[in-house]
């Protein structure tokens, strides 16, 4: 049989490796790696030689929005945008086509 002095060492030394274990945790999440910056949700649409996307910045800060084609035909040149900016809480759409199909459509963000 154990002293109670035994006892009451053990079960110290217990609580305080639990109560240590969370502050510790907590402490490490808080220095996590940053997080990335937030953009404007852009949805994209193609229909035969016509590309549209909207976009709708939710965040506090401004996203500058560009929509990039990729023509089918070798002899279509490839369209890009001009960059537009998207405040908090703004919809934008931007439109761009080529002269037949699109190969492939998408849009870049850029913060500013």
């Known amino acids: 049989m154990r002293s109670p002095i035994c006892r009451t060492a053990a079960l110290l030394l217990a609580t305080a490796a639990l109560s240590a274990a969370p502050a510790s945790a907590a402490g ?3 220095r996590g790696a940053p997080e ?3 953009e404007a949700e852009c949805h994209t649409r193609v229909h035969g030689s016509r590309a549209v996307t909207d976009c709708f910045n939710p965040n506090a800060t401004t996203d500058r929005v560009q929509l990039h084609l990729v023509c089918a035909r070798w002899w279509d040149p490839a369209m890009d945008t001009a960059p537009v900016a998207v405040g908090p ?3 934008v ?3 761009q086509r080529c002269w037949l199909e699109i190969r492939r459509a998408w849009v870049t963000h850029t913060p500013g």
């Open 28 to 30: 490490l999440s808080g």
């Open 36 to 38: 990335p910056p937030r």
């Open 89 to 91: 809480a703004q919809h």
């Open 93 to 95: 759409s931007l439109t």
